[in-house]
């Protein structure tokens, strides 16, 4: 009898092993590609600041580590939610959704859940260094991924963070008004960049909930709020 492809090996062992856990990091990952591709969508739209629906996505991810249903969760359920939507960054990365991965990135170093000091699994800490490799950091401006997503012409399936591009446009474009400035890239180079991956995506439809008003949207009320936790 022949021994089964490896292929099939993997695919039965995968079906054998596969969590709810594996099911809903999957639908989560799904539906931040959707969003992503919709904030890009949506920069057709002259009346719409998606500054603002980026900071409504920051701050309902915070809202939602922190909550567990309508009320502040355990420090065991917060740390759950924390790892939970790590997980998703880093599967957001892998498949260069990493609009996503940025977007949560700063949403977990958001002082309401840094100051809990949640217990880290080894595997965050190897998450983080690869963000911080990868992307840059926020004191840098995240400069890694900004020469990444300017030098990639995959304009559909790589997805770079729009709240990166948005600062450095802006940052590009006040600098190229002093005089002896010297610019990495033109204003006009990294919009049309943003340009040219939403093309891809001209319909935005219904707005997705990550972009809605936050239940907190304060930092200084979510840092209070955190402080409670037990």
């Not at 991810?61 to 997980?87: C, E, P």
């Not at 002082?111 to 880290?120: D, E």
């Amino acid at each position: 009898m022949e021994p089964p492809k490896y292929s099939k090996v993997k695919e039965m062992l995968s079906c054998l092993f596969r969590s709810e856990y594996d099911d809903r990091l999957d639908e989560m990952v799904k539906q931040c590609r959707t969003a992503s591709e919709q904030l890009y969508a949506y920069t057709h739209f002259k009346d719409i600041n998606t500054n603002k629906l980026i900071d409504n996505s920051i701050f309902n991810v915070v809202n939602s580590i922190l909550m567990d249903d309508a009320m502040l969760g355990s420090k065991f359920k917060i740390r759950r939610n924390y790892q939970y939507f790590l997980d998703v960054a880093r599967r957001a990365c892998d498949e260069d959704d990493h609009n996503t991965a940025i977007m949560i990135r700063a949403a977990l170093l958001h002082h309401a859940i840094c100051q809990l000091k949640l217990k880290p699994r080894k595997r965050d800490k190897e998450i983080f260094d690869r963000f911080e490799q990868e992307y840059g950091t926020f004191r840098d401006c995240y400069k890694n991924h900004l020469m990444s997503a300017m030098g990639n012409t995959d304009y559909q399936g790589y997805l770079p963070s729009l709240m990166v591009l948005n600062m450095h446009e802006a940052r590009h474009r006040a600098f190229s008004t002093i005089g002896r400035c010297k610019i990495q890239y033109e204003p006009g180079h990294i919009k049309s960049t943003i340009g040219m991956h939403a093309m891809h995506f001209y319909y935005p439809g219904e707005t997705m909930p990550l972009y809605e008003k936050p239940p907190v949207a304060s930092s200084t009320d979510l840092i209070l709020l955190a402080q409670a936790a037990k």
